[in-house]
């Protein structure tokens, strides 16, 4: 289900110029939003976004994969910043296989993990390449959060001068999302 049937206000369906989405989007609006790979694979669905209470950022999107109707399902925290919002398609965009999703560190819906422990950010972001604590930070394969085509941020002075390979935050943005 995409974010505009979630959209109670009627926020995202005015004119791109006026209102605040989907730059600014309320987090009740993506909880279901659907989740695919660059190789247009279903990866699964956003169950929660985890807030960072102590720097007002959000830190995971908890992804839904596998099981069937809702059964067996295992859940993934998913650094914010290795999601991309796909507006041309109306769904997020996480750059991994569902084979290398596989192997990510998850868990049941009945016993989750310390989220806030530094081994888990460590091992969450060493999977899935990314950084912690920096917002927009770079992924493995290179790509910021919001500058790809179609993506939530498409003015060019979002990203613009990043660099590829995880790690550099050179032209980071300083907004959060």
Known sequence: MSYLDRDTYGI???DEDTGPGPRLMGADT???EDVYNRQDEDLGD???IMLDMR???VAYAVLSFGGWLGMGDKLFAVPWQALQLDTDNKRFLLDVSKEHLKNAPGFDKDDWPDMASIEFNTE???FYGTRQNVPGGVTASGSVMGTGTGSLQSDPGYGSSVGGGA???TGSRSDSY
């Open 55 to 57: 720097n007002g950022q």
């Open 46 to 48: 956003i169950k929660e």
């Open 167 to 169: 790690g550099n935050t």
């Open 30 to 32: 993506l909880i279901g």
């Open 124 to 126: 969450l972001h060493s």
């Open 12 to 14: 995202y369906r005015s």
